[in-house]
């Protein structure tokens, strides 16, 4: 059974950059026919797809977004990750990391736990 | 890129049908047959209930159907049940490996 597990820090303060991981077990990021992406939830709010990755390492993200977001993946660990750099409270949210399926990787079909980040001084 | 329209709410009593609808334009919902559904109970991630407009995902009860025309897509949820009392996002694909999604339905059985 596919699993997905975010981690990093939950707490941030403004101006800082966060970091975040994704760690896939019971199966590989690696293989063909899937993107690998992150969506996040502010308190209380709506969804907000952020960008996705696949297999050969390309990226795709949300146009409406800031340049701010960078999603990598190690396929070594079988770990894909999100950074996003100067983070204010609007940032505070559940990021869920994800796999997309599809034939045009329309949909997501597993989700992570989601982590809550907060962004406060 | 505009998140899609939905019902803030909407509610039914047990055994009963609620549709919900989603609006977005022709370059999401009305330019691709790939609208997703997802099912989200409170402090749980979302889960997959239909995609690629009425496809259901393996162990999703077909009371749970999907539909489009036009620029509209739409979810029933047949025979309510206590259980589906969540909250419902409707998603599409908009072109060059994008998504969005919709603003969210919170459905009530009464």
């Known amino acids: 059974q596919l699993q997905l597990r975010e981690s990093g820090p939950g707490l941030l303060k403004p101006s800082e950059t966060l970091s975040l991981n994704c760690t896939v077990s019971g199966g590989s990021i690696r293989s063909g026919g899937y993107y690998w992406g992150w969506i996040r939830q502010p308190p209380g709010r709506g969804l907000e797809w952020i960008g996705n990755i696949n297999y050969s390492g390309h990226t795709y993200y949300n146009p409406s977004l800031e340049s701010r977001f960078t999603i990598s993946a190690d396929t070594s660990r079988n770990q894909f990750s999100l950074n996003l750099k100067s983070v204010t409270a609007a940032d505070t949210a559940v990021y869920y990391c994800t796999r997309v399926a599809g034939s045009w990787r329309t949909h997501v079909d597993y989700w992570g736990q989601g982590t809550l980040v907060t962004v406060s001084s | 890129q505009s998140a899609l329209t939905q019902p803030p709410s909407a509610s039914g009593s047990p055994g009963r049908s609620v549709t919900i609808s989603c609006t977005g334009t022709?370059?999401?919902?009305?330019?691709?047959?790939?609208v997703s559904w997802y099912q989200q109970h409170p402090g749980k991630a979302p889960k997959l209930l239909i995609y690629?407009?009425?496809k259901r995902p393996s162990g999703v009860p077909d009371r749970f159907s999907g539909s489009k025309s036009g620029n509209t897509a739409s979810l029933t949820v047949s025979g309510l049940q206590a259980e589906d009392e969540a909250d419902y996002y409707c998603?599409?694909?908009?072109?060059?490996?994008?998504?969005?999604f919709g603003t969210g339905t919170k459905v009530t059985v009464l």
């Open positions: 998603s599409s694909y908009a072109g060059n490996n994008s998504f969005v």
């Open positions: 690629e407009v009425n």
């Open positions: 022709s370059s999401d919902v009305g330019g691709y047959n790939y």
